[in-house]
């Protein structure tokens, strides 16, 4: 296996169970104990976990892993879900989409739709840096991308210029990423910043769609985003707990379940 593969494997298994050891490492991928020491050592040098004696731990949750590193996690489900949003959208919509990689398999999503190519287009609205990039090619395809002070470890952009922007846009529709939905404490994430600009992109739209893998469910993050006034609809993949499921619909919310 080459190393950029080990990294990514290694991530994804602190991304599961928290925790790996050196021993366990070795036995899963076949690289020696010096080699694995150095990608673990690699990989606390970039901040991306905690080493331990003889091995490491994920680091705290106040960290998230950088784009770059989850956009190979799930996959499967946030296609899933992109195509499900995706087909939420009408030709002359303004989209609103946040950051995160859900949202970014969205845009892409929306990117392959042969229909906004020959009709009217639509409108994203958008504070992820990425999908803006991601869009801007797309002629049929109106990128508005707010100000603001971009987050390195997310690519969105936060702060007082992103809210100023988006008090003076109406949006018919928002895709809002998150880190934790619970049916008791709503929509989360791990940063104070970034729940801001989700709570108020959400506030803009005419309809606020929560978007989010199965693993976040029954999930409550450091910052609170909203419940079901702000966000009636939750988006997740066929995988999703079905207790999570009826929790979320008993609080009021619609679920829709991408196939």
Do not use: C
Not at 27 to 40: E, H, I, V
Not at 44 to 49: M, P, S, T
Not at 187 to 209: F, I, L, Q
């Amino acid at each position: 296996m080459k190393r950029a593969s080990r990294l990514n494997a290694i991530l994804d298994l602190l991304a599961d169970g928290g925790e790996v050891t050196v021993d366990d490492l070795v036995a899963r991928f076949g690289a020696s104990p010096a080699t694995t020491r150095r990608d673990l050592d690699t990989l606390a040098e970039q901040r991306l976990l905690t080493r331990t004696h003889g091995g490491a731990v994920a680091q705290t949750v106040a960290y998230e892993l950088p784009i770059r590193y989850k956009s190979h996690l799930r996959t499967e489900q946030k296609e899933s879900i992109a195509q499900a949003a995706a087909a939420l959208v009408a030709p002359g919509m303004v989209v609103g989409l946040s950051g995160g990689t859900t949202t970014t398999a969205i845009a892409a999503a929306l990117a392959a739709r042969d229909d906004l190519a020959a009709g009217a287009g639509i409108t994203v609205v958008t504070n992820a840096v990425n999908i803006a990039a991601q869009l801007a090619t797309r002629p049929e395809i109106k990128v508005v991308v707010t100000g603001g002070v971009i987050h390195s470890r997310s690519y969105e952009l936060v702060g007082p210029f992103v809210e100023q922007l988006l008090r003076g846009v109406r949006l018919d529709i928002a895709f809002i990423g998150v880190n934790g939905m619970d049916a008791l404490s709503g929509a989360s994430t791990h940063d104070e910043r970034e729940a801001a600009v989700n709570r108020m992109m959400a506030e803009r739209a005419r309809r606020a769609v929560v978007v989010t893998d199965s693993s976040k469910l029954g999930v409550a993050a450091f910052a609170a985003v909203g419940g079901v006034d702000l966000f009636p609809t939750v988006l997740t993949d066929a995988g999703a707990d079905a207790e999570a499921i009826a929790a979320l619909r008993a609080a009021g919310h619609e679920v829709l379940i991408a196939d």
